[in-house]
């Protein structure tokens, strides 16, 4: 049974050419984030204005040992890019497993839930998705920001980010994804709401209900495995999402920082030498964040078809 | 008979709007105590973040009457009342920490740049996409279809791009082609404004806005109509003799685009998002670049009124929305009577 099944979903999963670009276009990228620490062993420049060297900034594509030029502090954009696929990606991926996971969880012990419990999850989620999402990230963005934040964790979570008096470590990294997933879970929630309500009342639910089945067991076992396939896709659409996100919040001064090169912060210092004339070092990034996106939604519609049973 | 009819339809219809207004009150609600519930939710007291530093040379007496004044000493419920009934009553809506201005006030300012520019690039979105959408499917469907492969690429490309990205690269190609265009904010400093000129600095960021979503419009439109043209009403018209554009325009087209006023109403989010980033840009004073320097500031009771705000425009609209689809698509009506229209229209828009 099993085995037939995964064979039907590979046939149809293999079928139409644009599923083997987006495939094809994902590995690349992927590669790319994996193999930076072969190309330079540190992510940037060192950051203090001393280093800087004015020479090098600005050198337009294939000049000077460049392939890609440099930016206005005359770092390689290929060096760059290859790092900043490690920061964008791990952004993408950590997103959306958070909010796919949160969002599914809300939306089964809703459904499960039933009643007033379930119109009262529902509308919440309702209302959440009526606010635009980038204005909540902002919102939540200022209250995780605020000092105050990172003194009422506990030293315990602070080493883990490997915070010091000198560095922020992964917080920013952690405050951006958790700030992301609280606004991204809400569709998650919704899918996971419909595929449990349309499930919840066929005859194995039944059964296991009349066997004694409790809730928890319920829902890791029969629910969620039987209503994961529509969550997967979205969790690939999330990722897309989260990076268009990350971008835009770096972008408007809200992103990672200079410390952590992602493809969002590259476009927003971008915009600091697009007056001079510097356009290639806008290029790049928005080329490679806008091909990310294309090959998840490609695999995404390859995927459609092949989950709808 | 026809009048009875007529009659009995326009009761169902009004029935079907009392109950979808009625509905959107407790969403309404829902989303203002959800912005209150945040604002209160902030590490640390409002008062510190209103006096900054300035606190230590106030008693802690004048620190308490500031606290009374605020309404801070108040009991929750009675403290999210007087904060939302300044909405209707005082005009207030809480005030900023900036400026101690009334935040719908703030707000009101910011608000006419905001809603042009997304007003614009909704008809944008919709105008552009649909026309792409059915040049695309309409160019598949007969000889052009090497077109079709060519121009699907280039939607897929607006659809994966960021707007704000594809705005420095419309800037840059437009200041070394066309010298004399205005980028920068609404008006003409030092002119006066005239609807061509507000046209004229409206137009380019609407239509970056406007990018994504309209490549999201043409690509569901040409998924509607290929999808329509396979179904069994186009071969019947088709044998009866009917030419192939009249099939497609008189029939196809009909059906296809019904189910395109549901994206209406998932847009406005997106594009109010959006306008956060192309205002930026474009250095528009409108209500996203509020929100952004409501977020620098840390000023929350306009980042709050913002929330509450977006959000009453966003479910009116989504309202509209739903019932114009119910005017015109009746197997919608049937469905909303029986209670399951939300869900239909999310299947529609996420498809």
């Known amino acids: ?309 | 008979m026809l009048a009875d009819g007529n009659l009995g339809l326009d009761f169902t219809m009004l029935a079907i709007v009392l109950k979808r207004s009625l509905s959107a009150v407790p969403l309404l609600f829902f989303v203002s105590i959800l912005a209150f519930l945040l604002m209160k939710a902030i590490p640390g007291d409002p008062v510190d973040v209103l006096l900054g530093s300035s606190e230590k040379d106030l008693s802690s007496q004048q620190v308490q009457l500031l606290r009374q004044q605020m309404g801070l000493d108040q009991p929750l419920p009675k403290q999210y009342l007087t904060w939302v009934s300044g909405w209707w009553g005082a005009g207030e809506l809480g005030r900023s920490y900036r400026d101690g201005r009334p935040v719908l006030e703030v707000i009101n300012e910011r608000l006419g740049n905001t809603f042009l520019l997304v007003f614009v690039s909704l008809l944008f979105s919709f105008g552009v996409g649909i026309s792409v959408g059915l040049a695309l499917a309409f160019a598949a469907s007969t000889r052009w279809r090497a077109l079709s492969h060519l121009l699907l690429p280039v939607v897929l490309f607006f659809y994966c791009a960021p707007s704000f990205w594809l705005a420095f690269l419309a800037i840059s190609a437009v200041q070394a082609w066309l010298p004399g265009w205005p980028i920068l904010g609404m008006h003409d400093p030092g002119r006066s404004t005239t609807l061509f000129s507000l046209m004229q600095h409206v137009v380019l960021p609407a239509l970056l806005l406007s990018s994504r979503k309209s490549a999201k419009v043409a690509l569901f439109v040409r998924a509607m109509v290929l999808e329509q043209a396979g179904r069994d009403y186009v071969l019947v018209a088709r044998s009866k003799g009917l030419s192939q554009p009249a099939v497609l325009f008189r029939h196809v087209l009909r059906n296809s685009l019904i189910p395109v006023i549901a994206l209406l109403g998932l847009a406005l989010p997106a594009l109010f998002g959006g306008a956060v980033l192309i205002e930026t840009v474009f250095g528009i004073s409108g209500l996203g670049r509020l929100a952004v320097e409501a977020t620098f500031g840390r000023n929350y009771p306009v980042m709050m009124g913002l929330i509450v705000i977006y959000g009453s425009v966003v479910i009116v609209s989504n309202l509209i929305a739903d019932i114009l689809y119910c005017l015109v698509d009746p197997r919608v009506k049937e469905e909303m009577e029986s209670g399951g229209l939300s869900q239909s229209i999310v299947r529609v828009g996420a498809a």
């Not at chain 1, 939306?107 to 839930?113: E, N, R, V």
């Not at chain 1, 119109?119 to 939540?140: H, Q």
């Open chain 1, 1 to 309: 049974m099993r085995r037939s099944r995964t064979e039907c979903f590979r046939r149809k999963f293999r079928s139409g050419p644009s599923t083997a670009i987006g495939i094809t276009l994902l590995t690349l990228l992927a590669v790319m984030a994996v193999l930076a620490p072969l190309a330079s062993p540190q992510p940037v420049l060192p950051l203090s204005p001393l280093d800087v060297d004015l020479q090098a900034a600005n050198i337009p594509i294939g000049g000077a040992g460049h392939l890609l030029g440099t930016d206005y502090l005359g770092r390689d954009i290929v060096m760059l890019a290859l790092w900043g696929a490690r920061v964008s990606l791990a952004v993408g991926i950590l997103t959306a497993g958070l909010a796919v996971t949160f969002g599914a969880v809300w939306g089964t012990l809703s459904a499960f839930a039933g009643g007033a419990v379930d119109a009262v999850m529902m509308r919440l989620v309702d209302g959440l998705l009526a606010v635009p999402s980038l204005i909540l990230v902002l919102t939540l963005q200022s209250f995780v920001s605020s000092p105050q934040l990172s003194h009422m964790l506990p030293p315990v979570v602070l080493n883990a980010l490997r915070v010091t008096a000198y560095s922020q470590g992964l917080l920013p990294l952690l405050a951006i994804v958790v700030v992301i997933s609280a606004t991204a879970w809400l569709e998650a929630a919704r899918i996971a709401h419909a595929q449990v309500l349309a499930i919840k009342s066929q005859e194995y639910i039944l059964a296991a209900q009349a066997l004694g089945t409790g809730t928890i067991r319920m829902m890791t076992c029969h629910l969620l495995p039987n209503a994961a396939a529509p969550l997967i896709v979205e969790a690939g659409l999330l990722v897309s999402d989260a990076v268009l996100m990350e971008s835009g919040l770096s972008f408007l001064g809200l992103g990672l920082g200079p410390s952590m090169p992602s493809w969002g912060g590259m476009l927003a210092s971008a915009q600091v030498s697009l007056i001079g004339g510097n356009w290639w070092a806008a290029l790049t990034p928005g080329v490679l964040i806008s091909t990310l996106v294309l090959s998840i939604n490609l695999i995404g519609e390859g995927l459609i078809p092949a989950v709808d049973h």
